[in-house]
Every structure is written in structure tokens, then in C-alpha cells.
């Protein structure tokens, strides 16, 4: 059974998942999630096309009540809705959403963050999985029967890239410049040059952090750049061994696409991710906010 084997790569190929779809260990997960000026209701979008066997996780239903957009629910809550889904934590579990890689990566952190012991992002989402297999199901079609279950960790999981930072630990680390912030957002969202999404926010970014837009880590398919190409892409912003890391974006959702590509080159350092992102760091009265080009000095 793949589930006993705690190996699963942090991303895995169309052709893998087409090989282990049926064995009964392999779960898989739709966390699409678009952003609300898209006009897209995933929802709606896994009703008429899915992975066959696939269950929906809605980022926005499944965490915790809070003026900031889809704040990381606790265990218990988020134990209990994965569980009702019919996943426990040592399935093999591969999450996929219909971008390409966009909000699974969140939804993998958010497993791995409360103990799953062997999940995976499918590299390019449902779009590579329909170039190589072609097999979907709408729910009209046969659905798999998903019994509840108890989703129960049976270790903990290492705090390497499964941690949680908040907005004060974030000002430490700005004025310390110590660990190195990544900022997932849009190049003319973190110089200014482009108003945020959200209204009400301050535009710019945190001071001493540096930028690396999640969508210049994929490839043209939509999936994770070579091990090398992301490499080198950590590499030209400053990383250095060891260093610890802090991911941001606008509302810790393509934070987590960072975390995942360090993952999948094996950083070694520790990593985290600031749940608040721009969305509270850019409504609060008394955080420094810079604009322009990142003026972190490369070390």
C-alpha cells in the first residue's frame, strides 16, 4: 500500500496518478479556489468536471471565522471536515486544482501543517491530468463511495515548512533581516505599481523582503520549473543555506506555492508561512510598507 510507505514525492506527474488511481490508499483532492473578481465558482466547476473519485475542498468553507480571508483552521476543525470527506491522515493524498498549480499548494501545506504523512500537488493540476488521461467525471456520473473516517496523525509532522507565522514575528523579521521574506505577489503588486485587489489596503510591499511572483516558478504547462530552474530563481534573489524563509502573498494562498518549491528542491532550512499576508499586513495602522524595487541587499 503506498500509504505505508511515507515516501510521496512533494509533486507528482499526470502519468503517476493515472498509474494509482485505483488503488485504494490514493485519495484525491480539488482545492480550486479563484479569486473573487474572476467571476469562477470552483464549486460549481468540480460539479461538471473532476478527477474521477476526486472529494471538493473549499478553501473558504473549510477555515477558521475571521475579518482576513481563509485564516488556517484548527485541528480539531480541520480533522473533523477532511474526516467527513472520507480522508485520513495516512491515505496517500494528492491534491489538484483546474489552474494548474495555483491553490493546491495551499491546501497540500494545510495537510501537511495538521499531520498528513503522505501528500502530494499534482504537477499542472486538472489540465495536465486531461492531456494525459482523459478520464473525468461530472457528478451526474457514478460517485466513489467515500466513507467518514478519522483523520489522526500518527506522528507529528516536522515544523521544517509547515509553519505558521503571525504579523509581529513578521515585523521582527523585517527589522532583523535575518531570514529572508518572499513575496508570492504580482511584480507591479509589491512595487505599488498596481493597486491591490482588495480594497482598502496600503499598496507595496513588507520592508526587506524580496519578490518572486508564484506564476515565474511554473513552466508553460502550469506546473513546477525544473528542480534546477527553481534553483537558480532562489538563488538570484539572495537565498542563502540554511537561511530561514518566510512566505507571504496576498492572502496565503500562492505563499504556499513558494513552500512547496522549496520543498521539492529540498531546502533544508526552515520555512513559514505569514497567514495574514497583505491582506492584514496592509490594513494595519502601524506597519511600515515600502514601494518600488526590493532594496534587501544581497548577501
Known amino acids: 500500500m503506498l500509504a505505508s510507505e511515507n515516501s510521496i514525492p512533494p509533486v507528482v506527474s499526470a502519468q503517476w496518478l493515472l498509474e494509482h488511481l485505483d488503488d485504494p490508499a490514493v485519495r ?16 460549481d466547476e468540480f460539479a461538471q468536471v473532476h478527477i474521477p473519485g476526486s472529494v471538493f475542498f473549499d478553501i473558504d468553507e473549510h477555515s477558521t471565522p475571521s475579518s482576513l480571508p481563509h485564516m488556517l ?3 480539531d476543525v480541520f480533522a473533523s471536515a477532511v474526516g467527513a470527506m472520507g480522508i485520513g491522515a495516512t491515505d496517500t493524498i494528492v491534491v489538484y486544482d ?4 495555483f491553490s493546491a499548494a495551499r491546501v497540500w501545506w494545510m495537510f501537511r501543517h495538521h499531520g498528513a504523512s503522505n501528500v502530494a500537488v499534482l504537477d499542472g493540476g486538472l489540465p495536465a491530468w486531461t492531456r494525459a488521461a482523459g478520464r473525468v467525471q461530472a457528478l451526474t456520473d457514478a460517485l466513489s463511495d467515500n466513507e467518514a473516517c478519522k483523520f489522526a496523525p500518527q506522528t507529528t509532522q516536522s515544523a521544517r515548512a509547515t509553519a505558521v507565522i503571525d504579523a509581529d514575528a513578521v515585523k521582527q523579521a523585517s527589522l532583523q533581516g535575518d531570514a529572508l521574506i518572499i513575496d508570492a505577489r504580482s511584480a507591479s503588486r509589491f512595487t505599488a505599481e498596481e493597486p491591490e485587489v482588495r480594497p482598502g489596503l496600503a499598496s ?11 506564476s515565474s516558478l511554473l513552466d508553460a504547462t502550469g506546473g513546477l520549473k525544473s528542480k534546477a530552474g527553481l534553483a537558480a530563481i532562489f538563488d538570484g534573489v539572495g537565498l542563502q543555506p540554511h537561511q530561514e524563509v518566510i512566505t507571504t ?6 505563499a504556499a506555492v513558494i513552500i512547496l518549491a522549496l520543498t521539492y ?8 508561512l505569514y497567514d495574514g499576508s497583505w491582506t492584514e499586513w496592509g490594513s494595519l495602522p502601524d ?13
Not at 480539488?30 to 467571476?39: C, E, I, N
Open 287 to 299: 506597519a511600515p510598507v515600502a514601494v518600488g524595487a526590493s532594496t534587501r541587499q544581497t548577501r
Open 249 to 254: 502573498c496576498g492572502s496565503g494562498v500562492t
Open 265 to 272: 528542491i529540498d531546502y533544508p532550512a526552515a520555512v513559514s
Open 73 to 75: 483552521p484548527e485541528f
Open 204 to 214: 507595496g510591499h513588507i520592508p526587506n523582503s524580496v519578490n518572486i511572483p508564484f
Open 28 to 43: 484525491t483532492v480539488d482545492a480550486s479556489w479563484h479569486l473573487p473578481a474572476t467571476g469562477r465558482n470552483a464549486r
Open 98 to 101: 483546474s489552474i494548474g498549480l
